[in-house]
């Protein structure tokens, strides 16, 4: 007969067991909370976070009427979990067309066990749209930042370029780099023991900030002119390169609607170039302005009193001074010419002696007025403030008064001459106008107390004696455009060759203004080192007059209803203008 066990017996068998179980769990704690603490903290530190920073996107540059001049793309990095992927032949073959990518460099991709691989990267929207219908498990994508330059190579040394890393490199692209790039946000997400990316694991996000845009002083079509003209006149001349620049006159600004620089950047194709001219030349390079200088120069004489347009000095074509030799540039006797006649001739004898009237520290004082040996801070990059010397000697202040000794930018001189067309106010030229932010609206940049330089008295004596360079017998006379009065100035600078660091090379210019009776546009125009011929008036002339008709007639300015008032270039021209004013008096009293 069977038994039942005994109770007891039972409870005694279940208490060992609950004790054993019990000690085995204690055991394991403390190996989790003592022995391997450690290494359970590590593992747990694996598992953790990684930042991903999302890129701004940058402000447009646009030109004056809104033309947009590089502007930010829509773009995506395209990335997959290939964890989730199911089937990564089918996934190539669906992407390849799209992606433009092989089937079995897509399938590489997509195979694996990691959770985040890029598949290609700075797509365009279009692209990415295409592969979000395709409703691909584990196929993602993050914004990336792609730059485009619609104008090419227009503008192109003034708006620089952004390398394949995303930096800025040249131009405004650089220089305002801090107003462009907006500020970046950043997306938090877990991270796998392996370090891997979990992309479905974002567990915090700050988005990105867009950069301000930058509306420009430029016009895109006068720019492209600028360019087009500049670079036939550098051709023609066989010369090392050219800058040409465009101000247009407003009542409370003077702004800047075309800088050509020659050899020019192209913003899509940087490389085309050399490195050393991927940046505005107009502000970047230092040139010896030579003849361009004499209307500051003759400026100075006239506002201090020293001298008048019908003033007359004798001048031979050469003269000795401080053991040196200066000559005119052609062989003449000795003439009595007016201190008109000095510049229409551009004559370097007369306008020293007519400029050695003038101290030299206040000759100096009235050229740094007109902005000379200071930047002019339109904002681009690498821009040289030139050389004024502030301590003259005799010789020097002789150099200086016809353009030899001092060096400029092509945007300084071009900013002086607008000085004297403003009546003898000097605003500080400017290229960017407003800031736009992300709303669209615009804020305008603040403008520099203008400065005045000469009488408006002075600054129309100059002015005529300028339209006298475009007359019968000035050097500008065939730049002259038919129907407007046009004030001009010829030059021709020596350039110091590097291989000798002496004098053997030419820079050749010409600049001015239009309408003379109405000043709107300045245009300054230089080539250098030409090697077919050095004449400024041959050289930069035919360009300075395309250049400034173009602006004119884009403008729609009306011709002169006037002709220029005829200034004497010589003694006797006095003596018969006298004459025929004495005999028009005798016919009246008749």
Not at 5 to 11: C, E, I, N, V, Y
Not at 95 to 109: G, P, T, V
């Amino acid at each position: 007969m069977l038994r039942l066990a005994d109770p007891r017996k039972r409870l005694k068998v279940l208490m060992v067991a609950g004790c054993v179980l019990l000690s085995l769990f204690a055991g394991r704690l403390v190996q989790l909370q003592g022995l391997d603490a450690s290494t359970y903290a590590v593992t747990a530190s694996q598992i953790g976070r990684t930042t991903t920073p999302l890129v701004a996107d940058r402000g447009d540059i646009v030109d004056r009427n809104g033309a947009p001049l590089a502007k930010a793309v829509e773009a995506y990095h395209v990335f997959v979990d290939q964890t989730e992927v199911t089937n990564p032949a089918r996934y190539a073959l669906q992407l390849e067309d799209i992606l433009e990518h092989s089937a079995a460099e897509l399938q590489e991709k997509m195979t694996g066990d990691r959770q985040f691989t890029y598949v290609a990267k700075s797509v365009s929207g279009s692209v990415w749209r295409e592969i979000q219908e395709l409703e691909l498990p584990g196929i993602g994508a993050e914004n990336a930042e792609l730059r485009d330059y619609p104008a090419g190579s227009v503008a192109g040394s003034i708006v620089g370029f952004i390398g394949s890393d995303g930096t800025p490199l040249a131009g405004l692209e650089f220089s305002q780099d801090d107003l462009l790039a907006g500020e970046d946000g950043q997306v938090v997400y877990r991270q796998s023991p392996g370090g891997q990316r979990i992309p479905t694991g974002a567990v915090a996000r700050q988005d990105p900030v867009t950069g301000d845009g930058l509306r420009l002083t430029i016009d895109r079509d006068m720019q492209w002119y600028a360019e087009e003209v500049l670079a036939e006149a550098v051709e023609n001349a066989a010369a090392d390169s050219g800058v040409a620049v465009v101000i247009k006159l407003e009542p409370d600004a003077h702004e800047i609607t075309a800088m050509a620089s020659v050899p020019s950047l192209d913003p899509t194709d940087p490389n085309s170039v050399e490195a050393a001219d991927r940046g505005s030349k107009a502000v970047e390079e230092a040139y010896e302005p030579g003849s361009v200088f004499k209307p500051l120069s003759l400026a100075a004489v006239i506002e201090e009193g020293a001298a008048t347009t019908e003033s007359v000095f004798s001048v031979p074509d050469r003269i000795r001074r401080s053991g040196h030799t200066i000559r005119d540039h052609y062989n003449h006797p000795e003439q009595q010419m007016t201190l008109t006649g000095v510049m229409a001739k551009s004559s370097n004898v007369g306008t020293l002696l007519a400029t050695e009237a003038v101290d030299q520290d206040v000759l100096y004082d009235y050229l740094a007025d007109f902005g000379l040996g200071s930047q002019t801070g339109i904002g681009l990059p690498a821009e040289t403030a030139g050389r004024l010397p502030s301590d003259m000697s005799d010789l020097t202040r002789d150099n200086v008064s016809f353009g030899q000794g001092v060096s400029v930018n092509a945007v300084q001189i071009a900013s002086a001459y607008a000085a004297i067309a403003n009546g003898g106010v000097r605003l500080d030229p400017t290229l960017i106008s407003a800031t736009i932010d992300a709303d669209g609206n615009e804020h305008p940049v603040d403008q520099a107390e203008p400065v005045r330089v000469v009488s408006e008295e002075t600054a129309a004596e100059v002015t005529a004696m300028m339209e006298a360079v475009m007359g019968e017998g000035g050097t500008g006379q065939g730049s002259a455009l038919e129907g407007y009065r046009v004030a001009g100035k010829t030059g021709t600078a020596q350039r110091i060759d590097p291989d000798c660091g002496c004098y053997r090379q030419f820079n050749s210019s010409f600049m001015g203004f239009a309408p003379a009776d109405d000043p709107k546009y300045v245009v300054a125009v230089s080539v250098m080192n030409p090697r077919n011929g050095n004449s400024g008036s041959g050289l930069a002339g035919p360009a300075f007059a395309d250049i400034l008709r173009f602006a004119l007639e884009m403008e729609g300015v009306q011709p002169s209803p006037d002709d220029p008032p005829r200034l004497p270039l010589f003694a006797d021209e006095i003596i018969e203008d006298q004459s025929d004013s004495d005999d028009e008096d005798d016919d009246a009293d008749t």
